[in-house]
Protein backbone atom coordinates (compact mmCIF):
# COMPACT_ATOMS: atom_id res chain seq x y z
CA UNK A 1 0.00 0.00 0.00
CA UNK A 2 2.82 2.67 0.81
CA UNK A 3 4.97 1.52 -2.47
CA UNK A 4 1.83 2.59 -4.28
CA UNK A 5 1.17 5.51 -2.60
CA UNK A 6 4.07 6.86 -2.04
CA UNK A 7 4.02 8.45 -5.87
CA UNK A 8 0.57 8.89 -5.98
CA UNK A 9 -0.15 10.39 -2.69
CA UNK A 10 0.45 14.29 -3.61
CA UNK A 11 -2.08 14.24 -6.34
CA UNK A 12 -4.64 11.88 -4.67
CA UNK A 13 -4.48 14.71 -1.67
CA UNK A 14 -4.66 17.28 -4.13
CA UNK A 15 -8.09 15.93 -5.34
CA UNK A 16 -9.44 15.35 -2.15
CA UNK A 17 -8.68 19.06 -1.40
CA UNK A 18 -10.27 20.54 -4.47
CA UNK A 19 -13.03 18.42 -3.92
CA UNK A 20 -13.64 19.18 -0.17
CA UNK A 21 -13.06 22.82 -0.21
CA UNK A 22 -15.81 23.23 -3.54
CA UNK A 23 -18.22 21.09 -1.76
CA UNK A 24 -17.86 22.96 1.53
CA UNK A 25 -17.98 26.05 -0.14
CA UNK A 26 -21.07 25.15 -2.13
CA UNK A 27 -23.06 23.73 0.85
CA UNK A 28 -22.56 27.27 2.31
CA UNK A 29 -23.28 29.66 -0.36
CA UNK A 30 -26.56 27.51 -0.92
CA UNK A 31 -27.25 28.37 2.54
CA UNK A 32 -26.08 32.13 1.87
CA UNK A 33 -29.35 31.64 -0.99
CA UNK A 34 -31.55 30.85 1.50
CA UNK A 35 -30.96 33.29 4.23
CA UNK A 36 -29.36 30.82 6.63
CA UNK A 37 -26.47 30.73 8.49
CA UNK A 38 -26.77 34.04 9.43
CA UNK A 39 -27.12 34.48 13.27
CA UNK A 40 -23.45 34.26 14.77
CA UNK A 41 -22.21 35.57 11.17
CA UNK A 42 -23.71 39.13 11.35
CA UNK A 43 -22.62 39.74 15.10
CA UNK A 44 -19.22 39.11 13.65
CA UNK A 45 -19.94 40.88 9.67
CA UNK A 46 -21.29 43.80 12.14
CA UNK A 47 -18.54 44.55 14.49
CA UNK A 48 -15.78 44.52 11.73
CA UNK A 49 -18.11 46.94 9.80
CA UNK A 50 -18.43 49.04 12.90
CA UNK A 51 -14.63 48.76 13.45
CA UNK A 52 -12.73 52.14 13.03
CA UNK A 53 -9.74 51.57 15.49
CA UNK A 54 -10.29 54.80 16.98
CA UNK A 55 -13.49 54.87 19.13
CA UNK A 56 -15.08 51.84 18.28
CA UNK A 57 -13.58 48.36 18.32
CA UNK A 58 -15.69 45.72 16.98
CA UNK A 59 -18.65 47.30 18.48
CA UNK A 60 -22.18 45.32 18.11
CA UNK A 61 -25.62 47.04 18.91
CA UNK A 62 -26.76 43.82 19.74
CA UNK A 63 -24.56 43.14 22.34
CA UNK A 64 -24.78 46.32 23.45
CA UNK A 65 -28.44 46.12 24.37
CA UNK A 66 -28.44 42.13 24.65
CA UNK A 67 -25.54 42.46 27.95
CA UNK A 68 -24.77 45.80 28.00
CA UNK A 69 -21.18 45.17 26.45
CA UNK A 70 -19.67 47.84 24.16
CA UNK A 71 -17.55 45.50 22.03
CA UNK A 72 -17.10 41.47 21.32
CA UNK A 73 -13.95 41.74 23.26
CA UNK A 74 -15.82 41.62 26.23
CA UNK A 75 -18.54 38.78 24.94
CA UNK A 76 -14.91 36.79 24.73
CA UNK A 77 -11.97 37.80 24.60
CA UNK A 78 -10.93 37.97 20.64
CA UNK A 79 -8.56 40.51 19.55
CA UNK A 80 -7.31 38.36 16.65
CA UNK A 81 -10.39 38.57 14.98
CA UNK A 82 -9.48 42.25 13.51
CA UNK A 83 -7.37 40.52 11.23
CA UNK A 84 -10.32 39.82 9.52
CA UNK A 85 -11.31 43.33 9.45
CA UNK A 86 -9.62 44.23 5.70
CA UNK A 87 -11.80 40.75 4.09
CA UNK A 88 -14.96 42.09 5.52
CA UNK A 89 -14.55 45.68 4.32
CA UNK A 90 -13.62 43.54 0.48
CA UNK A 91 -15.81 40.66 0.49
CA UNK A 92 -18.50 41.28 3.61
CA UNK A 93 -20.29 38.09 4.80
CA UNK A 94 -19.24 35.80 1.88
CA UNK A 95 -15.72 36.73 3.22
CA UNK A 96 -16.14 35.60 6.49
CA UNK A 97 -18.64 32.20 5.27
CA UNK A 98 -15.01 31.00 2.79
CA UNK A 99 -12.99 31.47 5.73
CA UNK A 100 -14.61 29.28 7.99
CA UNK A 101 -15.36 26.85 4.55
CA UNK A 102 -11.67 26.62 3.95
CA UNK A 103 -10.31 26.44 7.42
CA UNK A 104 -9.85 22.85 7.75
CA UNK A 105 -7.86 22.39 4.42
CA UNK A 106 -4.77 25.29 5.76
CA UNK A 107 -5.11 23.23 8.65
CA UNK A 108 -4.33 19.76 7.19
CA UNK A 109 -1.90 20.88 4.76
CA UNK A 110 0.02 21.78 8.31
CA UNK A 111 -0.80 18.35 9.69
CA UNK A 112 0.56 16.31 6.96
CA UNK A 113 3.49 18.63 7.30
CA UNK A 114 3.95 17.43 10.96
CA UNK A 115 3.16 13.60 9.89
CA UNK A 116 5.99 13.68 7.24
CA UNK A 117 7.90 15.13 10.44
CA UNK A 118 7.24 12.50 12.33
CA UNK A 119 8.16 9.87 9.91
CA UNK A 120 4.72 8.97 9.13
CA UNK A 121 4.44 6.42 6.18
CA UNK A 122 2.23 7.68 2.97
CA UNK A 123 -1.18 5.52 3.77
CA UNK A 124 -0.76 6.83 7.40
CA UNK A 125 -0.83 10.31 6.37
CA UNK A 126 -3.51 9.62 4.25
CA UNK A 127 -5.43 8.16 7.12
CA UNK A 128 -4.95 10.82 9.54
CA UNK A 129 -5.77 14.10 6.71
CA UNK A 130 -9.19 11.96 5.41
CA UNK A 131 -10.30 11.50 9.42
CA UNK A 132 -9.38 15.45 9.94
CA UNK A 133 -11.32 16.66 6.55
CA UNK A 134 -14.33 14.30 7.28
CA UNK A 135 -15.12 13.66 10.80
CA UNK A 136 -18.77 14.51 10.98
CA UNK A 137 -18.23 16.83 13.89
CA UNK A 138 -15.79 19.02 11.85
CA UNK A 139 -17.86 19.09 9.12
CA UNK A 140 -20.99 20.05 10.93
CA UNK A 141 -19.19 22.67 12.75
CA UNK A 142 -17.81 23.88 9.38
CA UNK A 143 -21.37 24.07 8.28
CA UNK A 144 -22.78 25.95 11.16
CA UNK A 145 -25.79 25.88 9.20
CA UNK A 146 -27.80 28.46 11.78
CA UNK A 147 -25.08 30.27 12.62
CA UNK A 148 -22.98 30.65 9.22
CA UNK A 149 -19.53 31.66 10.86
CA UNK A 150 -17.91 31.71 14.41
CA UNK A 151 -14.25 33.12 15.10
CA UNK A 152 -12.78 29.96 16.44
CA UNK A 153 -11.85 28.87 13.18
CA UNK A 154 -9.58 31.23 13.67
CA UNK A 155 -7.71 28.76 16.24
CA UNK A 156 -7.25 26.53 13.12
CA UNK A 157 -5.55 29.28 10.75
CA UNK A 158 -3.21 30.05 13.76
CA UNK A 159 -3.15 26.59 15.79
CA UNK A 160 -2.20 24.64 12.74
CA UNK A 161 1.02 26.55 12.05
CA UNK A 162 1.68 26.75 16.02
CA UNK A 163 1.86 23.37 16.25
CA UNK A 164 3.93 22.92 13.05
CA UNK A 165 6.24 25.62 14.15
CA UNK A 166 6.43 23.87 17.74
CA UNK A 167 7.26 20.22 16.43
CA UNK A 168 9.79 20.95 14.01
CA UNK A 169 11.49 23.30 16.48
CA UNK A 170 11.22 27.15 14.97
CA UNK A 171 10.62 28.61 17.89
CA UNK A 172 10.61 32.22 17.34
CA UNK A 173 7.76 31.49 14.96
CA UNK A 174 5.89 29.56 17.58
CA UNK A 175 5.81 32.33 19.86
CA UNK A 176 4.58 35.02 17.48
CA UNK A 177 1.35 32.22 16.57
CA UNK A 178 1.07 31.41 20.26
CA UNK A 179 -0.05 35.15 21.04
CA UNK A 180 -2.10 35.44 17.87
CA UNK A 181 -3.97 32.31 19.07
CA UNK A 182 -4.14 32.93 22.51
CA UNK A 183 -5.90 35.71 21.45
CA UNK A 184 -8.73 34.37 19.33
CA UNK A 185 -10.38 33.67 22.20
CA UNK A 186 -9.87 32.99 25.74
CA UNK A 187 -10.28 29.06 25.45
CA UNK A 188 -7.54 28.63 23.56
CA UNK A 189 -5.49 29.08 26.86
CA UNK A 190 -6.99 25.50 27.52
CA UNK A 191 -5.40 23.50 24.83
CA UNK A 192 -2.16 24.97 25.69
CA UNK A 193 -2.28 24.16 29.40
CA UNK A 194 -3.78 20.64 27.87
CA UNK A 195 -0.42 20.01 25.63
CA UNK A 196 1.99 21.31 28.95
CA UNK A 197 -0.05 18.88 31.33
CA UNK A 198 0.45 16.33 28.04
CA UNK A 199 4.10 16.87 27.92
CA UNK A 200 4.54 16.57 32.03
CA UNK A 201 2.35 13.52 32.01
CA UNK A 202 3.09 11.68 28.88
CA UNK A 203 5.20 13.17 26.34
CA UNK A 204 4.18 14.95 23.22
CA UNK A 205 6.07 17.00 20.05
CA UNK A 206 5.40 20.16 21.33
CA UNK A 207 8.34 21.04 23.58
CA UNK A 208 11.40 20.19 24.57
CA UNK A 209 12.21 21.98 27.53
CA UNK A 210 10.75 22.74 31.12
CA UNK A 211 11.58 26.58 30.16
CA UNK A 212 9.31 26.23 26.87
CA UNK A 213 6.40 24.87 29.07
CA UNK A 214 6.52 27.62 31.67
CA UNK A 215 6.55 30.62 29.27
CA UNK A 216 3.38 28.61 27.19
CA UNK A 217 1.55 28.18 30.37
CA UNK A 218 2.30 31.16 31.90
CA UNK A 219 1.14 33.34 28.47
CA UNK A 220 -2.00 30.95 28.55
CA UNK A 221 -3.02 31.68 32.37
CA UNK A 222 -2.44 35.80 31.44
CA UNK A 223 -4.73 35.61 28.27
CA UNK A 224 -6.98 33.25 30.07
CA UNK A 225 -7.60 35.58 33.57
CA UNK A 226 -7.10 38.72 31.35
CA UNK A 227 -9.88 37.82 28.97
CA UNK A 228 -12.30 36.37 31.26
CA UNK A 229 -11.76 38.70 33.99
CA UNK A 230 -9.71 41.62 33.75
CA UNK A 231 -10.57 43.29 30.70
CA UNK A 232 -14.52 43.19 31.02
CA UNK A 233 -13.54 44.41 34.74
CA UNK A 234 -11.97 47.18 33.34
CA UNK A 235 -14.72 47.70 30.53
CA UNK A 236 -17.30 47.70 33.74
CA UNK A 237 -19.22 44.85 32.15
CA UNK A 238 -19.83 41.03 33.66
CA UNK A 239 -18.75 38.84 31.15
CA UNK A 240 -21.52 36.18 30.57
CA UNK A 241 -19.64 33.12 30.29
CA UNK A 242 -17.28 33.48 33.19
CA UNK A 243 -20.26 34.12 35.25
CA UNK A 244 -22.33 30.93 33.81
CA UNK A 245 -19.11 28.76 34.10
CA UNK A 246 -18.69 29.67 37.68
CA UNK A 247 -22.23 28.96 38.62
CA UNK A 248 -22.32 25.28 37.12
CA UNK A 249 -18.45 25.18 38.55
CA UNK A 250 -19.48 26.22 42.27
CA UNK A 251 -22.86 24.37 42.49
CA UNK A 252 -22.22 20.36 42.18
CA UNK A 253 -26.17 19.39 41.35
CA UNK A 254 -25.36 21.53 37.97
CA UNK A 255 -22.29 19.95 37.30
CA UNK A 256 -24.20 16.30 37.74
CA UNK A 257 -27.28 17.47 35.64
CA UNK A 258 -24.67 18.74 33.08
CA UNK A 259 -23.12 15.11 33.18
CA UNK A 260 -26.64 13.34 32.74
CA UNK A 261 -27.43 15.23 30.28
CA UNK A 262 -24.60 15.36 27.78
CA UNK A 263 -24.61 14.67 24.36
CA UNK A 264 -24.53 11.73 22.38
CA UNK A 265 -22.23 13.32 19.65
CA UNK A 266 -19.35 13.83 22.50
CA UNK A 267 -19.51 10.15 22.20
CA UNK A 268 -18.98 10.02 18.35
CA UNK A 269 -16.12 12.71 18.33
CA UNK A 270 -14.08 10.68 20.55
CA UNK A 271 -14.92 7.46 18.55
CA UNK A 272 -13.58 8.55 15.18
CA UNK A 273 -10.29 9.85 16.89
CA UNK A 274 -9.51 6.12 18.54
CA UNK A 275 -6.20 5.69 17.20
CA UNK A 276 -5.31 8.85 19.49
CA UNK A 277 -5.75 7.03 22.33
CA UNK A 278 -2.37 5.74 22.06
CA UNK A 279 -0.75 9.38 22.34
CA UNK A 280 -2.33 10.40 25.78
CA UNK A 281 -0.02 13.41 25.96
CA UNK A 282 -2.17 14.78 22.66
CA UNK A 283 -4.99 13.94 23.60
CA UNK A 284 -5.25 15.13 26.77
CA UNK A 285 -5.28 18.70 24.90
CA UNK A 286 -8.39 18.05 24.03
CA UNK A 287 -9.80 17.07 27.47
CA UNK A 288 -10.05 20.76 29.53
CA UNK A 289 -12.19 22.14 26.37
CA UNK A 290 -13.78 19.19 26.77
CA UNK A 291 -14.93 19.43 30.08
CA UNK A 292 -15.71 22.79 30.03
CA UNK A 293 -18.26 22.61 27.24
CA UNK A 294 -19.26 19.32 28.63
CA UNK A 295 -20.37 21.21 31.79
CA UNK A 296 -22.08 24.00 29.51
CA UNK A 297 -24.06 21.52 28.00
CA UNK A 298 -22.86 22.35 24.94
CA UNK A 299 -23.31 20.29 21.56
CA UNK A 300 -19.20 18.72 19.86
CA UNK A 301 -21.04 19.22 16.74
CA UNK A 302 -20.84 23.21 17.25
CA UNK A 303 -18.10 25.31 16.14
CA UNK A 304 -16.08 23.91 19.02
CA UNK A 305 -15.88 20.86 17.30
CA UNK A 306 -13.80 21.97 14.50
CA UNK A 307 -10.54 22.75 16.60
CA UNK A 308 -11.29 19.46 18.77
CA UNK A 309 -11.09 17.27 15.58
CA UNK A 310 -7.92 19.01 14.93
CA UNK A 311 -6.02 18.35 17.69
CA UNK A 312 -7.24 14.60 17.73
CA UNK A 313 -6.05 14.46 13.97
CA UNK A 314 -2.44 15.60 16.00
CA UNK A 315 -3.03 13.08 18.55
CA UNK A 316 -3.60 10.20 15.72
CA UNK A 317 -0.02 11.67 13.81
CA UNK A 318 1.82 10.59 16.92
CA UNK A 319 -0.82 7.69 18.31
CA UNK A 320 -0.79 5.55 14.91
CA UNK A 321 2.41 4.91 14.37
CA UNK A 322 2.17 2.76 17.95
CA UNK A 323 -0.77 1.25 16.93
CA UNK A 324 1.11 0.15 14.29
CA UNK A 325 4.09 -1.13 15.98
CA UNK A 326 1.54 -2.86 18.11
CA UNK A 327 -0.44 -4.65 15.33
CA UNK A 328 2.41 -5.80 13.43
CA UNK A 329 4.34 -7.37 16.61
CA UNK A 330 1.39 -9.71 17.02
CA UNK A 331 0.99 -10.39 13.32
CA UNK A 332 -1.96 -7.79 12.91
CA UNK A 333 -0.94 -5.99 10.54
CA UNK A 334 -2.36 -6.60 7.47
CA UNK A 335 -5.83 -7.18 9.38
CA UNK A 336 -4.87 -2.94 10.71
CA UNK A 337 -4.96 -1.85 7.52
CA UNK A 338 -7.97 -3.39 6.28
CA UNK A 339 -9.36 -2.20 9.64
CA UNK A 340 -7.93 1.19 8.77
CA UNK A 341 -9.53 1.54 5.28
CA UNK A 342 -12.82 1.06 6.55
CA UNK A 343 -12.41 3.49 8.70
CA UNK A 344 -11.13 5.79 6.43
CA UNK A 345 -14.54 4.63 3.74
CA UNK A 346 -16.87 5.07 7.11
CA UNK A 347 -15.90 8.71 7.81
CA UNK A 348 -16.03 9.89 4.19
CA UNK A 349 -19.25 9.09 4.01
CA UNK A 350 -20.51 10.20 7.41
CA UNK A 351 -19.18 13.47 7.16
CA UNK A 352 -20.27 14.55 3.88
CA UNK A 353 -24.25 12.73 4.73
CA UNK A 354 -24.26 14.85 7.75
CA UNK A 355 -23.49 18.63 5.92
CA UNK A 356 -26.03 17.19 3.66
CA UNK A 357 -28.71 16.29 5.93
CA UNK A 358 -28.44 19.17 8.13
CA UNK A 359 -28.69 21.23 5.17
CA UNK A 360 -31.45 20.04 3.38
CA UNK A 361 -33.69 19.78 6.48
CA UNK A 362 -33.11 23.71 7.53
CA UNK A 363 -33.68 24.78 3.70
CA UNK A 364 -36.88 22.84 3.78
CA UNK A 365 -38.29 24.37 6.94
CA UNK A 366 -36.98 27.75 7.55
CA UNK A 367 -35.24 28.97 3.90
CA UNK A 368 -36.24 31.76 2.18
CA UNK A 369 -34.48 33.47 -0.62
CA UNK A 370 -35.24 37.29 -0.64
CA UNK A 371 -34.67 38.90 -3.98
CA UNK A 372 -31.58 41.45 -4.06
CA UNK A 373 -33.87 44.18 -5.36
CA UNK A 374 -35.99 43.80 -2.37
CA UNK A 375 -33.34 44.17 -0.04
CA UNK A 376 -32.09 47.42 -1.47
CA UNK A 377 -35.72 49.21 -1.66
CA UNK A 378 -35.97 48.24 1.42
CA UNK A 379 -32.69 49.75 2.33
CA UNK A 380 -34.12 52.55 1.16
CA UNK A 381 -37.03 53.02 2.63
CA UNK A 382 -35.34 53.91 6.25
CA UNK A 383 -32.47 55.58 7.90
CA UNK A 384 -29.63 53.79 8.27
CA UNK A 385 -28.09 55.07 10.92
CA UNK A 386 -30.73 54.45 12.87
CA UNK A 387 -31.28 51.05 15.26
CA UNK A 388 -32.92 48.16 12.45
CA UNK A 389 -34.08 44.72 13.51
CA UNK A 390 -33.75 42.54 11.00
CA UNK A 391 -35.50 39.16 10.50
CA UNK A 392 -32.47 36.49 10.04
CA UNK A 393 -33.03 35.51 6.86
CA UNK A 394 -33.35 38.82 5.40
CA UNK A 395 -29.86 40.08 7.20
CA UNK A 396 -28.03 39.67 3.69
CA UNK A 397 -27.66 43.00 2.61
CA UNK A 398 -27.46 44.43 6.06
CA UNK A 399 -24.68 43.52 7.49
CA UNK A 400 -22.96 47.12 7.66
CA UNK A 401 -25.58 48.90 9.46
CA UNK A 402 -24.26 50.74 12.56
CA UNK A 403 -26.98 49.61 14.83
CA UNK A 404 -28.21 46.42 13.24
CA UNK A 405 -30.83 44.20 15.76
CA UNK A 406 -31.28 40.99 16.26
CA UNK A 407 -35.06 39.85 15.74
CA UNK A 408 -36.05 39.99 19.50
CA UNK A 409 -34.75 43.81 19.82
CA UNK A 410 -37.38 44.62 17.48
CA UNK A 411 -39.52 46.95 19.82
CA UNK A 412 -36.58 48.69 20.75
CA UNK A 413 -35.58 49.49 17.25
CA UNK A 414 -36.91 52.44 15.07
CA UNK A 415 -37.18 49.72 11.85
CA UNK A 416 -38.32 46.66 11.70
CA UNK A 417 -37.64 44.21 8.63
CA UNK A 418 -39.81 41.35 8.17
CA UNK A 419 -40.30 38.33 5.47
CA UNK A 420 -44.51 38.58 5.23
CA UNK A 421 -46.39 35.19 5.29
CA UNK A 422 -42.56 33.33 7.33
CA UNK A 423 -43.32 31.98 10.40
CA UNK A 424 -41.26 33.39 13.26
CA UNK A 425 -40.65 35.22 16.69
CA UNK A 426 -40.29 38.74 14.79
CA UNK A 427 -43.35 37.88 13.02
CA UNK A 428 -45.52 37.16 16.18
CA UNK A 429 -43.66 40.53 17.83
CA UNK A 430 -44.52 42.19 14.68
CA UNK A 431 -48.59 40.98 14.82
CA UNK A 432 -48.87 41.35 18.36
CA UNK A 433 -47.78 45.61 18.06
CA UNK A 434 -48.67 46.35 14.83
CA UNK A 435 -51.34 48.91 16.05
CA UNK A 436 -48.33 50.56 17.09
CA UNK A 437 -46.39 49.97 14.16
CA UNK A 438 -46.42 52.29 10.54
CA UNK A 439 -46.04 49.88 7.41
CA UNK A 440 -43.09 52.33 5.25
CA UNK A 441 -42.42 49.53 2.64
CA UNK A 442 -44.36 46.20 1.22
CA UNK A 443 -43.24 44.07 -1.77
CA UNK A 444 -43.95 40.36 -2.03
CA UNK A 445 -40.63 39.34 0.05
CA UNK A 446 -40.19 41.86 2.59
CA UNK A 447 -42.17 44.72 5.00
CA UNK A 448 -40.41 47.29 6.52
CA UNK A 449 -42.30 49.28 9.26
CA UNK A 450 -41.04 51.89 11.16
CA UNK A 451 -41.96 52.28 15.23
CA UNK A 452 -42.93 56.17 15.37
CA UNK A 453 -42.68 56.40 19.47
CA UNK A 454 -39.02 55.42 19.23
CA UNK A 455 -35.83 57.53 18.36
CA UNK A 456 -33.53 56.58 16.05
CA UNK A 457 -31.14 55.15 18.23
CA UNK A 458 -32.60 54.14 21.92
CA UNK A 459 -29.74 54.94 24.24
CA UNK A 460 -28.57 52.16 26.27
CA UNK A 461 -29.60 53.83 29.72
CA UNK A 462 -33.35 54.33 28.49
CA UNK A 463 -33.49 50.59 26.88
CA UNK A 464 -32.15 49.34 30.51
CA UNK A 465 -35.22 51.68 31.94
CA UNK A 466 -37.90 50.45 29.97
CA UNK A 467 -36.91 46.91 30.56
CA UNK A 468 -36.13 46.67 34.26
Aim: proline content about 5%; overall charge positive.
Amino acid sequence: MDDWLRRRLTPLLAVIFAVWGAYMVYMKFRLLHFGLATDDLFNYVNALYNTNFWDEWLFSARYELLRGAPSLLFNHWQPTLLVLWPLVQVGGAEALLVVQALAPLWAAVFLLKIAEHLGLKPFERLFVVVVCLFHPNLMAAIMDSLYGFHGTCLLLYFGAPLAWAAVTGRYVLAFVLLLFFLNVRENAALYVLGAAAGWIFFTNPFFTTRRQITIAATLAVLAFVGGLIVAPRLAGVVHEHAAHAESVLTHPVRMAHALSHMDSDWHNLYLWLWPGLAAPGTLLMMIPESVILILAEKKASHWYGMTLVFIGALAIVQGLPRVRAFAEGRGWGRALTILLCLHMAGIAIAGPKEVRGQTNKLVSRIGYYVPEASKINARAAIDTKCRTAVELQAMYGFGDLPYLQYPRQAMVSKYIITIPGLASGLAQIVESRKADLKVIFRDDHLTVFENPTVPCVLSLEAYREGTG
